[in-house]
C-alpha cells in the first residue's frame, strides 16, 4: 500500500521560502509521477507541479514557475518542493500525490494522497 507523508509546512512571511517534503513508502515509484496539489479556503484543488520519478522530467502550472522547484531523492524516496518567493496567494493547504504513468494536473487520475501541510503566508 502507497504511503505518503508530507511536512514541512508553516507560517512564513511574503516573499520568504519553504521547502515541502513528501516522504513516500510502499512501492518502487519508477513508472510513477509524484506531484504536488494545493486547496486554498473555498477553492478547487490546484496542480502546482509534478515529476516523473524515472527521468525527472518535471511540469509546473503557470502561477508557480520560476518561483518553486520539485525534485525527488530515489534513494531515500522523498519528493521535494522547494518554494520561493512566496505570496499571500500560495496560502493553501499542500497535498503530494501518485499516480502510475504521465505527469498530469487532473487530480481525479491520482491513486493516492498525502493527508496534506497547511502553508500559510503572510503579507
Known amino acids: 500500500q502507497v504511503q505518503l507523508v508530507e511536512s514541512g509546512g508553516g507560517l512564513v512571511q511574503s516573499g520568504g521560502s519553504l521547502r515541502l517534503s513528501c516522504a513516500a513508502s510502499g512501492r518502487t515509484f519508477g513508472d510513477y509521477t509524484l506531484a504536488w496539489f494545493r486547496q486554498a479556503p473555498g477553492k478547487e484543488r490546484e496542480f502546482v507541479g509534478g515529476i516523473l520519478w524515472s527521468g525527472g522530467r518535471t511540469s509546473y502550472t503557470a502561477s508557480v514557475k520560476g518561483r518553486f522547484t520539485i525534485s525527488r531523492d530515489a534513494a531515500k524516496n522523498t519528493l521535494y518542493l522547494q518554494m520561493n518567493n512566496l505570496k499571500p496567494e500560495d496560502t493553501a493547504v499542500y497535498y503530494c500525490?501518485?499516480?502510475?504513468?504521465?505527469?498530469?494536473?487532473?487530480?481525479?487520475?491520482?491513486?493516492?494522497w498525502g493527508q496534506g501541510t497547511q502553508v500559510t503566508v503572510s503579507s
Open positions: 500525490a501518485a499516480r502510475q504513468g504521465y505527469i498530469s494536473g487532473i487530480s481525479g487520475l491520482y491513486n493516492y
